[in-house]
């Protein structure tokens, strides 16, 4: 196959990944490596596996079953439950979504100093514009260009002096500490990496996406496999090159709590000096600008799919599907109205990415009902691989979740 193609033929899992290194992950990755080191670099290792298992898994049982991950939950569950985890989950997606923009704009403000409301009120409308006029995915390929200013990290790792065979002890040799600021950091990293609103999205758009062939089964599953594969790695190389940084600019000069964008911004002090923030805030718009659709998409999908509409989706136009984007829209600003909480927005990401974490096990345990149910996934039903790493992402996000509730 050659690269054109190899690249032609990734799609939803290449964005779903690129969607997860989002605010909410630079911060929460920031924090990981300022508070302790190179003590969460095992997690990132342990996680793409993981996170690829689950994002197959949804795209196969939505390629399968030509439903999205909601819609075939309700097969199965009351009317009542569907409703609650589908409410929670819109909330949870719009404090995520409120707390990524409220980064953005605090990021903006090393840029320009201008209020905060009226960057939150900009870059909402932006969204909201380029989401009903435009197709995500041509807006989506245009935005990951500005996500390669995350690679800077990466260039930060060898600015610095490193010393690589710790670091790779760290990466391979787990680290845990039983302390409640640990498990709580470990909890965070698991909810914005194995995130609730990545199962939806990505169920969503293997039915959205026009393919444009005849290929059987088999092959999109073997191409999907593939996508999500380089997608869930691109997005977890990211996320240990910005707990590296982190590690040897702030934790090793005893900033242990990053509490605002600019303190954020001082881990790319090494190669950008006075410019730092610009290259900052630069990554965190165009990641933003990237996942606030997909967080406030993913939760009219929910909603959608959860009231069995007939007409819905970002394929659609405005005309097509009114209702559709009206959700989107109210997503977005009860998203805003989050933000009136007062939050420090470095926290407030750290928080959404714990509720992410502790809705994760359950949609988890739905996904590996219906992708065990032969019934329904014939001979694409779970083999012993994605069966055991799915469970084995159920029981880390249940456990690490139970530690730190007990610990607290």
Request: hydrophobic letters at 55%.
């Amino acid at each position: 196959m050659s690269l054109r193609r190899f690249f032609h033929n990734l799609g939803p899992g290449l964005i779903t990944g690129a969607s997860d290194d989002d605010p909410s992950g630079i911060a929460t990755y920031t924090q990981a490596g300022a508070a302790f080191g190179l003590g969460t670099l095992w997690l990132m290792l342990i996680t793409v596996p993981l996170m690829a298992a689950v994002q197959e898994a949804c795209a196969r049982l939505s390629l399968v079953t030509r439903r999205g991950l909601v819609r075939n939950l309700a097969t199965r569950l009351p009317r009542p439950v569907l409703w609650i985890g589908v409410g929670l989950f819109v909330l949870i997606n719009a404090f995520n979504l409120g707390a990524d923009l409220g980064m953005m704009a605090s990021s903006a403000q090393l840029l320009w100093v201008l209020p905060q409301w009226a960057y939150l009120v900009f870059f909402a409308a932006v969204i909201l514009l380029m989401q009903i006029f435009l197709d995500y995915k041509h807006y989506a390929e245009v935005l990951k260009w500005l996500c390669v200013s995350l690679f800077a990290y990466v260039i930060v790792a060898f600015a610095v002096h490193v010393d690589w065979l710790n670091v790779a002890v760290a990466t391979f040799v787990p680290q845990i500490k039983f302390s409640k600021e640990y498990l709580l950091i470990l909890v965070a990293l698991l909810g914005t990496t194995i995130s609730p609103y990545l199962f939806v999205w990505q169920s969503a758009q293997e039915i959205e996406q026009d393919r444009g062939d005849h290929d059987g089964i088999e092959r999109i599953l073997f191409l999907r496999r593939q996508d999500v594969a380089v997608g869930m790695a691109l997005s977890n190389l990211v996320a240990w090159f910005i707990i590296l940084t982190a590690a040897h600019v702030l934790f090793v000069s005893g900033m242990h709590d990053v509490n605002t964008p600019a303190e954020a911004a001082a881990v790319l002090a090494p190669i950008a000096g006075k410019y730092a923030s610009w290259l900052f805030a630069v990554g965190v718009i165009g990641t933003g600008l990237l996942a606030v659709p997909v967080l406030s998409g993913s939760a009219g999908y929910a909603i959608a799919e959860a009231a069995n509409m007939k007409r819905a989706g970002l394929s659609k136009t405005w005309n097509q599907a009114p209702l559709f984007y009206s959700l989107i829209i109210l997503v977005t600003l009860l998203g805003m109205a989050s933000t009136c909480l007062g939050l420090n927005p470095i926290h407030a990401l750290i928080y959404a990415a714990v509720g992410n974490a502790l809705l994760a096990p359950f949609l988890l345990l739905g996904i590996l009902a219906l992708t065990e149910d032969k019934k329904l996934l014939g001979n694409q039903a779970n083999g012993p691989f994605s069966r055991v790493l799915l469970w084995v992402a159920f029981l880390a996000m249940a456990g690490s979740l139970v530690l730190w509730v007990v610990l607290r």
